[in-house]
């Protein structure tokens, strides 16, 4: 049975953060980078500190539990999964939809970074990191403590959540790049203790790729 102030602690972190992604497009905020690294920013702080206990007992659960050699072999595993996720979306997405493209963590990283690159690293690498990966997991964690259940309903809504939040229109392949993924991360963080640090430092490592390559190419293209 779930407590009633877990179950309300994670209810108030979902109005908030739907709060101000709602008060961000309501007053045509959400075209102005700064506004929305600034709310950004508040919604890291607000989350890292209503969760901050359980963060802390995963840094020390890490420190006692893995060691370097096995927290490299994690993450490797994290990143090599990922990729293989990847690789069968656009296989799926060449046989089924050949006009569409599948990898939406490369071209939502794109797609932020012709407007601001410092918005798109911190977006990227400590936002969506840090701040979703608690949101999406964390909290929904501490209130579906079978672990089927979990995987299925954190993944749902993670789904759901960026179908509401994002201009992508409802197809297939849209969803099964947003659903596959999730349930990955969601499987890995059941593997791993639920321990959410060992997914955010796999996803710091996984996004790092795509953004360097794209750091790399606009700078020589400035070069040139």
Do not use: H
Request: proline share 2%; glycine share 4%.
């Amino acid at each position: 049975m779930v407590k009633s102030e877990t179950l309300l602690k994670t209810v108030s972190v979902y109005l908030v953060y739907f709060l101000y992604s709602y008060l961000l497009s309501a007053f045509g905020l959400g075209g102005n980078t700064w506004v929305c690294l600034g709310a950004d920013i508040l919604f890291l702080l607000f989350i890292v500190g209503v969760y901050y206990k359980g963060l802390k007992k995963d840094v020390e659960e890490i420190k006692k539990e893995y060691s370097v050699k096995k927290m490299i072999k994690a993450i490797l595993l994290v990143v090599l999964g990922s990729m293989a996720i990847n690789v069968l979306l656009s296989l799926i997405a060449m046989l089924f939809f050949p006009t569409s493209t599948a990898d939406q963590n490369t071209l939502s990283i794109q797609s932020m970074a012709t407007v601001s690159i410092v918005y798109t690293i911190f977006k990227t690498m400590i936002f969506g990191g840090i701040a979703e990966e608690i949101l999406f997991r964390e909290s929904l964690s501490d209130c579906i403590p079978n672990n089927i259940l979990f995987i299925l309903i954190s993944s749902v809504i993670y789904t759901a959540m960026n179908f509401v939040f994002t201009n992508t229109g409802f197809s297939i392949d849209q969803l099964l790049a947003y659903f596959l993924p999730a349930l990955f991360f969601s499987y890995v963080y059941i593997k791993n203790n639920r321990n959410i640090f060992v997914i955010i430092i796999s996803k710091f490592v996984y996004n790092l790729i795509p953004l360097t390559i794209l750091l790399v190419g606009l700078l020589n293209s400035a070069a040139k």
